[in-house]
């Protein structure tokens, strides 16, 4: 099947995006369990792993549209400590929310709506899955201070 080229476009710019927050959780993740922090750890390689999903749907969608996939990545940012992380994290995430509703809009606009609708589940774990954890972490630190937050992810 032959796509809409601005979609198949917007998608890759997509890809590389998802596997930016990809490559992101990994390290982090890698972070959190050098320092002994489990709990966040499996959460964040679980974030990573959605991530690699979301990547492989989009992947697999240009392929079907006859584009090919560009796989070039996006800048990513490291944190240094438990905060940073969170913050890095969570502003790529503001930033994954931002696109995705973009090219939900783009889809809509030239009839894609399979697309449309792999774009929009994305976008709902984006929102309500990591964003919602990433602001409640950092809701926490504020309320239990930061010794308390990491003392509770040994």
Known sequence: MRGNPEVIEYLNMLIGGELAARDQYLIHSRMYEDWGLNRIYERIDHEMQEEAEHADAIIRRVLFLG????????????????????????????????????GIALCEKKGDYISRDLLRQQLSDTEEDHTYWLEKQLRLIDMVGLQNYIQSQM
Not at 79 to 92: E, H, P, R
């Open 67 to 102: 584009g090919t996939p560009d796989m070039n990545r996006h800048d990513i940012n490291v944190g240094t400590d438990v905060v940073s992380c969170l913050k890095a994290d969570l502003a790529l995430e503001y930033e994954v929310r931002e696109k995705l509703a973009k």
